[in-house]
């Protein structure tokens, strides 16, 4: 006779493939008057991130001069910024309305499977306007691994390495911005614009930071209050034209009186450079130009430019985090005595429940389970359920997870059950020793296919494995 416990409690060995657990935020700060204070002005973030996040910004058109909004110093409290003019304008500006992204480094997974992912390139590669010296070239950033489809793409420089002085009380020199273009699903270009503005010199390389979130879509997450914060992403036609053509409106893909909005400049078309401002703003269209020095020659005109949007229904601070958790029970013993002792060949049928309560998913495919069967038992190899759905059976959840989980055969190495005789090689094909198990399987390994997405507001996500195995 065996001891009930000792059949229960079989290991359980779980394997989840977590995105990386991270911080974000939106929100919107007046960068200051530089005629009255050309020094940078620290940025508090709203929550204190766990490491240094990416920052990006938009700019908006206060005053005539053309502007960028410079980012330096980042921490995990804040930032520091300064508006910064090209070396053929004056150098103080009028403070303006900042919208900001920050997000910490790595892959994260967005409630729906939507793929966040940000990082930094040292970059020395360069592009400029006509009648600027030097080469041009570009960087070439690649993802962890490959997107699902081709992402809106923002970047931001983050240092000063070249202007570690730089006051807005004069112009920026060298006045430089971040250039990319040819998005793809796997990477893009990227370089340090200098527009047509050759004042100063570049010595040193900078940090760009960028962020790449899935364009043409949306969807909500939870804040830290575990309030619903809607996004949505957007990769516009090339209809961006210059500060002098006016001002290009495009809808960002939802509506809320309260949006932050960025957006950058994603293609290189214009042989004088430029970078996007932001020049109005409704609660579901953000109108966007491409700004220019005057160094070379005085007009602000600009060909036509496509840009990446991004887009938040309100200002939050979120930490994206799946939640996992593993569940085993023995649901009834086939024996008739009712007692905490089982008889050899009873039959023992298992419930294995996996839930994520976080607010996002794992990565794709990364949920891993391997069932270590208590030595005393033999798995049940024949159908638990219908003829040829295999000796485990798949239960989804309400809601549901998103995950598919098939049986093709013993024989295949694409479906989602492996199994093995000694926890390591799970190329093993079970037979029937003619009781209907096979003694020789000590470990079963179910994969699941997809993302497991999270509910995170009324239950958690669920799916349930079930199977049969005899008492030796």
Request: hydrophobic content about 40%; some cysteine.
């Amino acid at each position: 006779m065996v001891a009930r416990s000792a059949l229960i409690g079989a290991a359980l060995l779980c394997a989840f493939s977590s995105a990386h657990a991270g911080r974000f935020e939106a929100g919107s700060f007046t960068a200051h008057d530089t005629s009255a204070n050309g020094n940078p002005v620290r940025v508090n973030f709203q929550q204190t991130f766990d490491t240094v996040p990416i920052v990006v910004a938009l700019i908006g058109n206060t005053g005539t001069d053309a502007a960028k909004i410079r980012i330096t110093n980042v921490t995990t409290t804040g930032f520091d910024e300064l508006i910064l003019e090209p070396d053929d304008f004056d150098g103080p500006h009028s403070a303006e309305t900042i919208h900001y992204l920050a997000v910490e480094p790595g892959r994260h997974v967005l409630p729906g499977g939507g793929i966040v992912e940000a990082g930094t390139e040292t970059v020395s590669a360069i592009q400029h306007g006509s009648g600027v010296g030097g080469a041009e070239s570009w960087a070439n950033p690649t993802y962890s691994a490959s997107l699902p489809a081709i992402p809106g793409v923002i970047a931001h420089i983050q240092t000063a390495n070249n202007e570690p002085l730089a006051s807005g009380s004069s112009p920026s020199q060298p006045f430089l911005t971040a250039t990319t273009r040819n998005l793809t699903a796997s990477g893009f270009d990227l370089a340090l614009e200098r527009s047509e503005a050759s004042a100063g010199s570049i010595v040193a390389s900078e940090t760009i930071g960028w962020i790449a979130f899935p364009a043409g879509s949306s969807g909500s997450f939870l804040d830290v209050s575990n309030a619903s914060v809607t996004w949505s992403g957007v990769n516009t036609a090339s209809n961006i034209r210059g500060w002098n053509n006016g001002c290009f409106s495009n809808p960002f893909g939802l509506t809320s009186a309260s949006a932050i909005v960025i957006a950058k400049k994603n293609s290189h078309f214009g042989g004088d450079g430029g970078w996007i401002r932001r020049c109005s703003l409704s609660s579901s269209a953000i109108g966007l130009t491409v700004d220019e020095d005057t160094s070379r020659d005085n007009e602000r005109g600009h060909i036509v430019e496509s840009t990446s949007i991004i887009a938040f229904s309100r200002a939050f601070h979120a930490l994206l985090s799946p939640s996992m958790s593993v569940t085993k029970t023995s649901v009834s013993f086939t024996d008739q005595l009712g007692s905490s002792f089982a008889l050899p060949q009873a039959q023992i049928e298992y419930l294995i429940s996996v839930q994520n309560a976080g607010n996002s998913p794992p990565n794709y495919d990364s949920i891993a389970l391997v069932e270590a069967l208590p030595s005393q038992v033999a798995l049940v190899v024949t159908d638990f359920g219908a003829p040829a759905s295999g000796p485990v059976q798949y239960l989804d959840g309400s809601p549901a997870t998103g995950l598919t989980c098939s049986f093709a055969g013993f024989a295949s190495t694409t479906d989602c059950y492996s199994f093995s005789t000694d926890g390591t090689d799970f190329t093993y094909q079970p037979t029937d020793s003619g009781d209907g198990t096979d003694p020789l399987v000590s470990h079963v390994r179910i994969v699941p296919s997809g993302f497991m997405q999270a509910d995170g507001v009324t239950s958690p996500t669920a799916f349930t494995l079930r199977f049969h195995a005899k008492i030796k």
